[in-house]
T-cell receptor, first 108, second 115 residues
Framework: DAKTTQPPSMDCAEGRAANLPCNHS???????VYWYRQIHSQGPQYIIH???NNETNEMASLIITEDRKSSTLILPHATLRDTAVYYC?????????FGAGTRLTVKP | KAGVTQTPRYLIKTRGQQVTLSCSPI?????VSWYQQTPGQGLQFLFE???????NKGNFPGRFSGRQFSNSRSEMNVSTLELGDSALYLC??????????????FGQGTRLTVV
């Protein structure tokens, strides 16, 4: 079973920041938080991951709370091509347990 | 660097038949995982192979099986197909050389339709 809770859907205006929350209150000390996204019927695409420090790469930023019970994925300047389902995953092994994810719709 | 390649992309089979799907991981990646995605159940983990050995297995019946070859290519097989096996089957590869937390890269999937 997935160990994360995400809102089922969110909207964001094009050019604005998209902030996608994720709750993972039962996360263990050695488990990482991973984010993937899936654009219609394609394979999921890796975005970013982190353990306890905030992380940033060319795609997004990941903010993890100090108690590690929740995190936020930030897409700084959302474009129409960022419309997708975003999955937050708590991962301790190579078997990733996906939840239902958040369907992000970026609107012009 | 070539990505994860899954073949075929689309497949139509009849109930009761069996099917074999293929996955070629990214060069150098030794871990291959398989997932089933359906509208009702979402993305579900099937199994993971590393160095030709199954390391993890999800909650699927024995009709679903897999194997990995010495070149890390993997196949999964579904026997006695049922209508409910219609799904997008995804393969993911990762380095996983003793490290648990390397990112996994997914292929485009094989869409199986059982009629």
């Amino acid at each position: 079973d997935a160990k994360t809770t995400q809102p089922p859907s969110m909207d964001c205006a094009e050019g604005r920041a998209a902030n996608l929350p994720c709750n993972h209150s039962t996360i263990s000390g050695n488990e990482y938080v991973y984010w993937y996204r899936q654009i219609h019927s394609q394979g999921p695409q890796y975005i970013i991951h982190g353990l306890k420090n905030n992380e940033t790469n060319e795609m997004a930023s990941l903010i993890i709370t100090e108690d590690r019970k929740s995190s936020t994925l930030i897409l700084p300047h959302a474009t129409l091509r960022d419309t997708a389902v975003y999955y937050c995953i708590v991962r301790g092994h190579n078997d990733m347990r996906f939840g239902a994810g958040t369907r992000l719709t970026v609107k012009p | 660097k070539a990505g994860v390649t899954q073949t075929p992309r689309y497949l139509i089979k009849t109930r009761g038949q069996q099917v074999t799907l293929s996955c070629s991981p990214i060069s150098g990646h030794r871990s291959v995982s398989w997932y089933q995605q359906t509208p009702g159940q979402g993305l579900q983990f099937l199994f993971e192979y590393f160095s030709e050995t199954q390391r993890n297995k999800g909650n699927f019946p024995g009709r679903f099986s897999g194997r990995q070859f010495s070149n890390s290519r993997s196949e999964m097989n579904v026997s006695t197909l049922e209508l409910g096996d219609s799904a997008l089957y995804l393969c993911a590869s990762s380095l996983s050389q003793g490290k648990l937390y390397t990112e996994a890269f997914f292929g485009q999937g094989t869409r199986l339709t059982v009629v």
